[in-house]
């Protein structure tokens, strides 16, 4: 018996998109941008660092554009997630893996063999002269690529969650903090000869914000060093147990921190492969209840040790930050945290090792007046919530219920909300008592 083909209309089956020209000739020459700074790592563009980065920077920035870009005309408003599972680069099969290795090479590359990237950094020149008065280096590199990708790949979340209020004021808010508080101002304040100083970063996640020997520089520096020392202790220990109080911890994690704008733009595509299991929230919450308590210790024993002269540590001191440096700055956050991205998902070291989720989490848990409501008896039990849940949390199971959702780990990016089709799930900020779960 001969199989009926079901046919389906042009503008349902998303080829339009896919199959666009200008995305097509996009991916060229996003590829030509990636080859070209490739080559450069020979030192072939040494003598010429502006066509060096209009080339490889440039080409690659206006190829990535014209590829997200056909999405609008193409995809119209609302839930976008068609063919998600079936795609090799979402859905752990070979063209992640590969993808995975790549960023993974980069951040070993960029942490030990940084000599490797020594022409590379010349592409940036045009960009660091003006900017901070002096020549790039493989940091200059690497913020200015992370800025990069959260910007373009910002466009796309724009672009794709354009039906969602929420998700478009927020996404230009990651995008704003990245360029602005990551790039442009610490770059502005070397070039007046200031201290680098990132104002969005706090203790613990910046850990050694609060060391004794940083804060003392701070404080002997110039009037605005000693700014940054205060703005040091009043956000770390006063403005955010307050603000997470009154708005949980997206406040910090969906909205200000450079670690969630990357997982919340470049980390989007794969934010379905997050770990929904049991074990997974067991594991996560040792592992960054456990981070958190290495970050307390570490810092209270170099305070001891700075007020008892070096009678604690001794010269072990600088060896133990240097540990915990390479051990969660290195290899947790950089290399796991985003290397793993195709794989994992996207929040992987804000979900197992970050300790300023930690902190956020318990506040956002015990105290504070977030929680999603469940209008229960909408929901159709879809699994889309739960699905895309970059924190592995099993949204449907509190909506089926219609309970409030109250998790430590929840980062409020609210993209549970932008797919449920009936309007399940709601962010709020209310009285902590109407909590029940
Ligand atoms: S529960 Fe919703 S808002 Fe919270 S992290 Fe998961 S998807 Fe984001
Ligand atoms: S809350 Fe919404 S997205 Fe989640 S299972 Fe129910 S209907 Fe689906």
Partial sequence: MKAMQIQIPAELRGHSYTESPIRKIGLALFGVGVLVFMIGATGAFASIPLLYSMLSL????????????????????????????????????????LLGILITAFYVTLYWFPSTLDHMVVAFDPLSWPLRGKAADRWFLYGTLYTLAVLIMGVRMLIKYRHSRYQTIRTISVMFFQLVFSLLIPGLLQLFNEPEFYFHYFWPLKYDYLFPSKLSSLFDGTHLAVFMGFWTLVMAFLATPVLTYFYGKRWYCSWVCGCGALAETLGDPWRQLSDKSLTAWRIERWMIHSVLVFAVVMTGLLWLNSAMEGAVLGGLSRGFSRTYGFAIGAMFSGVVGVGFYPLMGSRVWCRFGCPQAAILGIIQRYFSRFRITTNGEQCISCGNCSTYCEMGIDVRAYAQRGADIVRASCVGCGVCSS???????????????TRNI
């Fill in 58 to 97: 440039g080409v690659g920035t206006i190829g990535a554009l014209l590829a997200i870009l056909p999405g609008i005309g193409a995809r119209k408003p609302g839930i976008n997630h068609d063919g998600i599972m079936f795609s090799p680069w979402k859905n752990r099969r070979s063209v992640a893996w």
């Fill in 419 to 433: 797919v449920c089709p009936r309007g399940v799930l709601n962010l709020e900020n209310g009285p902590v008592d």
